[in-house]
């Protein structure tokens, strides 16, 4: 890679000001990340580079590593002396993290000092609403702009009514229609990208999120079509940062077939629901059984779907879960259950009387 302005990867005067309390370090941008080592972009071109010890003890939880999008501190620009070493992660502007896949506690950064999130999904069979709302709650908490595009447009038999559905729960969110059958089916992404841009694109597996890029940066990264039962797929295996010939940068990422809530913007992601919960009787209002519940109105006279309560209740309720270790969760589990009895301190005090009464 040619010497490149860090400028046009974003970096900002506000990462500059950053940089320049920590001394005469330079700086670089975190392109890919392997096992143990990270690919860095730096003004001078590309290195390798692992952590510092002194990073590695302070990181209080793995998403407090480097991560794909990061702006870091290195010892060296280049690695003809060796290999370049992390020092420090810049403060990061924005963030889109995941529970990691199989844990009851661990966060994922999946990129970082993103601007736009592409929220990619497909017109077959990949379309689900309350994926989308996943998605979306997640984005907006991320502090970038979401975007819904939906892709394969060429697939679908009617793509307005599959618009309106989106639309119905992406509240305040451009939704963008795609064909990778078009050459141009990529334009209406252009005007989100330019110098200084980043922009992260996320969605299930075979969404077709590489053949845009593909599109966008004019070369050909490794992709694979539909196969005959129309489950999309393609072989990106880990995430990367891409910088565009005509401006900007993008950020491919895996596909997810696991999408866990570690932080979320239920208010943004479900604003409709939010604005009828300010119109409820009471403030603490369930939305279940409550008289005076605008939500509960709005379910009963057909303006909102009985499905998008279930998915904000779910994710709310999953939400209360993050960031707890196995027997905070068992307790909380067990206070939701009995709280008609106030709580598990409660239910026990009721079951021990009740058992002497017994004797």
Not at 111 to 139: G, K, P, Q
Not at 205 to 230: E, P, W, Y
Not at 272 to 279: G, K, M, P, S
Request: net charge neutral; glycine share 8%; proline share 2%.
């Amino acid at each position: 890679m040619s010497k490149i302005n860090l400028q046009t990867l974003g970096f900002t005067d506000k990462f500059a000001e950053e940089a320049a309390s920590y001394g005469s370090f330079p700086v670089g941008r975190v392109a890919a990340q392997f096992k143990d080592l990270y690919r860095v972009v730096t003004e001078a071109g590309e290195v390798l580079a692992g952590v510092a010890g002194k990073l590695r003890f302070n990181a209080a939880t793995p998403a407090a590593f480097p991560a794909v999008g990061d702006f870091v501190l290195l010892d060296r620009s280049d690695n003809t002396t060796g290999q370049a070493v992390i020092q420090q992660v810049l403060t990061r502007t924005s963030v889109f993290v995941r529970k990691a896949a199989g844990t009851a506690s661990t966060e994922q950064v999946v990129a970082s000092n993103i601007d736009t999130v592409f929220i990619c999904m497909s017109l077959n069979s990949d379309f689900n609403l309350r994926r989308l709302e996943r998605y979306l709650a997640i984005a907006w908490s991320s502090g970038a702009l979401p975007v819904v595009v939906l892709t394969k447009a060429d697939l679908c038999a009617d793509v307005a009514a599959k618009v309106s559905e989106a639309e119905s729960v992406a509240i305040g969110t451009e939704i963008l229609v795609t064909s990778s059958l078009a050459e141009d089916g990529h334009d209406q992404i252009l005007p989100y990208l330019h110098c200084g841009s980043t922009a992260a694109f996320i969605g299930s597996s075979g969404v077709g999120k590489s053949t845009l890029i593909n599109r966008l940066a004019g070369t050909a990264f490794a992709t694979s079509g539909l196969r005959n039962d129309d489950k999309g797929r393609h072989t990106t295996t880990r995430r990367e940062l891409i910088v565009l010939a005509g401006g900007g940068v993008v950020i491919d990422t895996p596909g997810m077939r696991e999408l866990g809530l570690e932080t979320a913007d239920l208010a943004k992601g479900f604003a409709d629901i939010d604005e009828l919960a300010q119109q409820c009787r009471f403030r603490d209002c369930t939305h279940t059984h409550e008289t005076g519940c605008a939500v509960q109105q709005a379910i009963q006279n057909g303006s909102l779907a009985a499905d998008r309560l279930a998915s904000y209740q779910k994710l709310q309720k999953e939400l209360s879960y993050a960031g707890l270790d196995a027997r905070q969760l068992e307790m909380t589990k067990l206070n939701t259950m009995f709280k008609d009895v106030g709580g598990m301190k409660n239910a026990r005090r009721f079951l021990h009387n009740k058992d002497k009464r017994r004797r």
